[in-house]
């Protein structure tokens, strides 16, 4: 009985780390890519933890899989963001279907208010920036189609 239970978290954690894979491959730039891999794969192997723990079940490796699982859950979302703002700030582009970039208006945001501290009249656009693309009303769906 214990080995069916402990089938349904594995094969769940399986599945969703296939999802991720298969969005690793698919999805059409670095960011959407990352945003798979960071929410998919960490849910993947929290199932994946959670269906051992139910096979090998006894106090020390209930402890274990909890830390196992809260780490999990707070470095993988963290470490996702930080390489996606990383290779935003390296300029790799963004897919033709994406409707808003944020960390522009943040990178605009704090360049003014450096150069407000400097005294500075003018602002310089940073080379690399990106403006954000025309988004419509919001009801066709995603730009040209």
């Known amino acids: 009985m214990r ?5 349904i978290p594995l094969l769940v954690g399986a599945g969703l780390i296939a999802v991720s894979s298969l969005g690793l491959l698919r999805l059409p730039d ?5 945003n ?3 929410k998919a794969a960490s849910l993947g ?3 994946v933890l959670l269906g051992v723990l139910v096979l090998l ?3 020390r490796s209930a402890g274990v899989v909890t830390v196992a699982v809260a ?18 700030r390296a300029g790799s582009p963004l897919a033709a279907v994406t ?14 208010d450096a150069d407000a501290d400097a005294a500075t009249p003018e602002v310089e656009p940073r080379a690399g920036r990106r403006e954000r693309p025309p988004c419509g009303d919001g009801l066709d769906g995603p730009a040209g189609g």
């Open 3 to 7: 080995t069916v239970l402990a089938a």
């Open 30 to 34: 670095v960011y959407n890519r990352m």
């Open 36 to 38: 798979a891999v960071a």
């Open 45 to 47: 192997v929290v199932c």
């Open 57 to 59: 079940f006894d106090p």
């Open 71 to 88: 780490l999990q859950l707070l470095s993988a979302p963290v470490g996702g963001y930080a390489l996606a703002v990383a290779a935003y």
């Open 99 to 112: 409707r808003y970039d944020d960390l522009a208006d943040a990178d605009a945001d704090a360049d003014a």
